[in-house]
């Protein structure tokens, strides 16, 4: 894939095909889900004396109470079968689904079109994990994100369609045979798609599979919890579900009852919110530099409830006057504010929820991939079963409003986030090494692809100043852990960040010859553990922007226990805040923000031809005459 645009991958049959099965499956839903939302909404479909938020409510509800039931045998049998086939399998059903709604909306029989609500999260239920499991299959690791930006952008795009089409189809007369008529051709054209798609082999052709739904969900969420890191992403995206729900369920009547709205109006509203969320997946792969970067989820997280506050702020009393269409409220600038919130609540959940699903996938065992992704199925829809009935005791029992709901949620995300951070510091320190990169340089990268995706190797780089690490580390695909001056290793809050990246402080022996044992053994410890050590030979910050001499110190590593040596060069950081030209670092006002800085990795030299001088020379030649 090209570096610079996940974009390319829509060129290749091992996603293309995937790709447009998947997007045409979300707009059949959407198309089919919306109908009905549109038609309770509006009042011309009922049920006896049930309120509408209610029913609502119910019909997300029954939407994805089978990824509860069903999620766990679906895990089973993705890990089980080859993915191609199962997937063909559950776009058929999607046919079938369609056809029963055909039938409801024919009729205008609700109960019917509630069925057919069923039957099509019951296949969306089946096909989830095997949609999250054949992205990796497919793709490197280096595609994943954007593999993964491009399928959330193209879910959220087809659900903006989707819920156009369903909602100004069924409006217009005749909207019944056209709708149906739309989501039964569109299902076809999605088993067409799918006839192309690779096969992708089974992880555990000779898993027997357990039938019983509890005991296999139980589990499902074991395999989840077998690391730490992915059981809390796990739940991280979970309550994206959670709150996601919260937002996109409660549209309709948001529209109508406090924004001024008519039934024509609820499909733009949730176009906003849909292009934010698919504007936000594919600025991941950009923002992220083509890397799993889990930074991005705090800063998400923390967008998500910015702006829904906002959102609470500005909405008044329920709207009294004539609803206006939909051309007519956008001319209204004093809607302007409201769909500027919900767009970017949308950009903020995309920067959330692409990590979550990249970790997810790129940490999960191969074996057992599709049942965590299963177990992370089962979760969200809880997440989302909850949120209904949160949503239909709240508004529909106890009378809050929807702007309430709203600031609840906002006041829950900011909540949860404190809490998964406190659990997981991963997240907050990659947070706080994201802004600080991003906020301050341009970081130009060339030939990182020399740096193994696997197994024990020591980096070497020159040391120019006090971010020399942050930038390596935000630049690295890998976590690294660092050597260095024990007095760095204690400056205020970027002690936190190395101390969470598990740091190894070091001292000169005339300074804590006891320090310097310790952090020796660390090194040969983490090494063994297959684990990237990075190093800074010169021992100490450079006080005119040149190289120091080596000091031998990486010969005795790489004695200990021989791997290869990635010598790199960082450019352009000195003159800067956190450098030594003209005095002191920081403790000057920065003069440059966002400017240009370099990192550049050479090919690995074998640990038999290590030496101190020869890494020396070949850092000098990476870094050239850019200081």
Known sequence: MSKHSAFELLKTRRFLPFFGTQFLGAFNDNVHKQAIIILLASGILSLGEVKSDILINACQLLFILPYFLFSATAGQIADKYEKSKLIRITVAMEIAAMSLGAVGFLTSNLPILLASLFIGGTQSAL???VKYSIIPAHLRETELVGGNGLVEMGTFV????????????IVREGGALVSSALTIVVACLGLACAFFIPRAEAAAPHLKINWNIFSETWKNLGYTRRKRVVFLSVLGNSWFWFYGAAFTTQVPNFTTQYLGGDASVIPVVLTIFSLGIGTGSLLCERLSGHKVEIGLVPFG??????????LYLHIGAPFAGTPSAAWEFLKDASHYRTLSDLFLIGVFGGFFIVPLYALIQSRSDPEYRSRVIAGNNILNSLAVVLSSILGAVLLGMLGWSIPQFFLLAAVLNACVALYIYTLVPEFLM??????LIHTLYRVRHENLQQIPEEGPAVLVCNHVSFVDALVIAG??????RFVMYHKIFKIPVLSFIFKTAKAIPIAPAKEDAEMKTRAFYQVQEALGEGELVCIFPEGQISYDGQLAPFKPGVEEIISRTPVPVIPMALQGLWGSFFSRRHGAAMQKLPTRFWSRIGIVAGAPIPPE???????QEKVAALRGDWL
């Open 127 to 129: 096909f989830g994990p």
């Open 158 to 169: 087809a659900i903006l369609v989707g819920s156009i089409f369903g909602g100004l189809i």
């Open 301 to 310: 997280s923390i967008g998500m409830s910015i702006f829904a506050l906002d």
């Open 430 to 435: 990659r947070f706080l090494v994201w802004m």
């Open 475 to 480: 630049c690295c695909r890998r976590p690294v």
């Open 609 to 615: 031809q290590v030496t101190a001088a020869v890494l």
